[in-house]
């Protein structure tokens, strides 16, 4: 029995290819990562994902054994109307179809970290939301290649496309303390808002609570006819002296106004602290001239109101809302039970760190009956 060859050496029974057959398999590369709608190194790279994901899906099936085995012969020719396993393969037309339709859907996609990479990831109950929407229907008009949807289960398979072509594929929040020896902390820790770092699930499964991240960036048309638009500009603009003479007296003529236009704000900002700093002293608390020019609104609303009277304390005016809202909610509550029942709301208790205070809601107007107070003052534990 002969062992491997050495490193370096081809197999026994194979040549070394031809530099003519080499170009050729560039060229090949080349024209199906131009159908695929990739560049040629992400090509590569989804080629190299598809051998890994099937290394991976050859070990499960071999870990699993006969077992499998016997589940398959027993469910033979049942497959229809039951959710596919997922096998990745080449990216094909139907599945390309699918993605550009979820690509033009509002899946309120996420910027997430994978790899290094900025990837966009959806969460999955959105896709399928999106796949028995009426727009999936005109999509299927358009396009009748796209799988029909019936029930769950077709509907899960028509999902499946993306993770069976590459195009979009499960992800998970990696841990940051996988790997390591120490234990998790006890508690949570909070999320800082921000980007997640995310990593791919190894089981490619359909869940509506489940997260996908997008491998396929869609048509690169349109990036390329912004790309062209913006060299045409920084050409035009370095071509400037030889613009014709009424062209760059209309240019000349902008740039003033703009220019001034910009000192106009800008001064009009400085104004408005003069003269909240002089109604400060003369008339408290001062008011503001355009007091949301700063806030993070749109520019309509950063003009509305015209003026407005300074908030020397907006939190504390906040918290003073929400307690009153509450109170007059509990005691509309209280009252709606009395008058319903004809008994008297029952009681509502305050702690506080000195004592202990109950008393009763509103009360419907009884002959002879005094609502309970009980009052507790001065404890002995803090």
């Given at each position: 029995?002969?062992?491997?060859?050495?490193?370096?050496?081809?197999?026994?029974?194979?040549?070394?290819?031809?530099?003519?057959?080499?170009?050729?398999?560039?060229?090949?590369?080349?024209?199906?990562?131009?159908?695929?709608?990739?560049?040629?190194?992400?090509?590569?790279?989804?080629?190299?994902?598809?051998?890994?994901?099937?290394?991976?899906?050859?070990?499960?099936?071999?870990?699993?054994?006969?077992?499998?085995?016997?589940?398959?012969?027993?469910?033979?020719?049942?497959?229809?109307?039951?959710?596919?396993?997922?096998?990745?393969?080449?990216?094909?037309?139907?599945?390309?179809?699918?993605?550009?339709?979820?690509?033009?859907?509002?899946?309120?996609?996420?910027?997430?970290?994978?790899?290094?990479?900025?990837?966009?990831?959806?969460?999955?109950?959105?896709?399928?939301?999106?796949?028995?929407?009426?727009?999936?229907?005109?999509?299927?008009?358009?396009?009748?290649?796209?799988?029909?949807?019936?029930?769950?289960?077709?509907?899960?398979n028509t999902f499946k496309l993306l993770p069976m072509s590459m195009l979009a594929l499960r992800v998970n929040k990696s841990d940051p303390h996988e790997g390591h020896?120490?234990?998790?902390?006890?508690?949570?820790?909070?999320?800082?808002?921000?980007?997640?770092?995310?990593?791919?699930?190894?089981?490619?499964?359909?869940?509506?609570?489940?997260?996908?991240?997008?491998?396929?960036?869609?048509?690169?048309?349109?990036?390329?006819?912004?790309?062209?638009?913006?060299?045409?500009?920084?050409?035009?603009?370095?071509?400037?002296?030889?613009?014709?003479?009424?062209?760059?007296?209309?240019?000349?003529?902008?740039?003033?106004?703009?220019?001034?236009?910009?000192?106009?704000?800008?001064?009009?900002?400085?104004?408005?602290?003069?003269?909240?700093?002089?109604?400060?002293?003369?008339?408290?608390?001062?008011?503001?001239?355009?007091?949301?020019?700063?806030?993070?609104?749109?520019?309509?609303?950063?003009?509305?109101?015209?003026?407005?009277?300074?908030?020397?304390?907006?939190?504390?005016?906040?918290?003073?809302?929400?307690?009153?809202?509450?109170?007059?909610?509990?005691?509309?509550?209280?009252?709606?039970?009395?008058?319903?029942?004809?008994?008297?709301?029952?009681?509502?208790?305050?702690?506080?760190?000195?004592?202990?205070?109950?008393?009763?809601?509103?009360?419907?107007?009884?002959?002879?009956?005094?609502?309970?107070?009980?009052?507790?003052?001065?404890?002995?534990?803090?």
């Amino acid at each position: 029995m002969q062992g491997p060859p050495p490193p370096g050496q081809m197999p026994p029974g194979m040549r070394m290819p031809t530099p003519e057959e080499i170009a050729a398999m560039k060229r090949q590369i080349e024209i199906d990562a131009e159908k695929a709608g990739m560049t040629v190194p992400q090509f590569i790279e989804h080629i190299k994902a598809q051998q890994m994901a099937r290394m991976q899906a050859q070990q499960q099936a071999a870990q699993q054994g006969g077992h499998q085995h016997q589940h398959d012969h027993q469910h033979q020719g049942g497959g229809q109307g039951q959710p596919q396993p997922i096998v990745p393969g080449p990216p094909n037309p139907v599945a390309i179809a699918l993605a550009t339709f979820l690509r033009s859907q509002p899946l309120k996609p996420r910027t997430v970290i994978l790899n290094g990479e900025r990837k966009d990831m959806f969460r999955v109950k959105r896709a399928l939301r999106a796949l028995q929407s009426p727009a999936y229907e005109k999509a299927r008009k358009k396009n009748p290649a796209l799988p029909e949807i019936t029930d769950r289960a077709s509907l899960e398979n028509t999902f499946k496309l993306l993770p069976m072509s590459m195009l979009a594929l499960r992800v998970n929040k990696s841990d940051p303390h996988e790997g390591h020896d120490h234990a998790p902390p006890p508690k949570k820790a909070k999320r800082v808002k921000g980007l997640w770092t995310v990593k791919i699930e190894p089981q490619q499964e359909a869940q509506d609570d489940m997260y996908y991240v997008w491998l396929w960036e869609g048509s690169q048309f349109m990036r390329k006819v912004y790309a062209a638009l913006a060299l045409l500009v920084i050409f035009a603009i370095v071509c400037y002296p030889l613009w014709p003479l009424k062209m760059r007296e209309g240019v000349y003529y902008l740039s003033w106004g703009f220019l001034c236009f910009l000192g106009l704000f800008f001064a009009m900002a400085i104004f408005r602290v003069i003269l909240f700093c002089v109604t400060y002293f003369v008339l408290k608390p001062g008011f503001w001239l355009f007091p949301n020019l700063w806030e993070d609104v749109s520019v309509i609303d950063s003009f509305k109101p015209v003026w407005a009277w300074h908030d020397t304390n907006p939190q504390k005016k906040k918290k003073k809302s929400k307690s009153s809202s509450a109170a007059a909610g509990s005691a509309s509550a209280q009252a709606t039970f009395s008058a319903t029942t004809g008994q008297p709301a029952p009681a509502t208790a305050t702690t506080t760190t000195t004592g202990v205070s109950i008393a009763t809601g509103p009360q419907p107007h009884q002959r002879g009956y005094t609502a309970p107070r009980v009052e507790e003052i001065g404890t002995d534990e803090e």
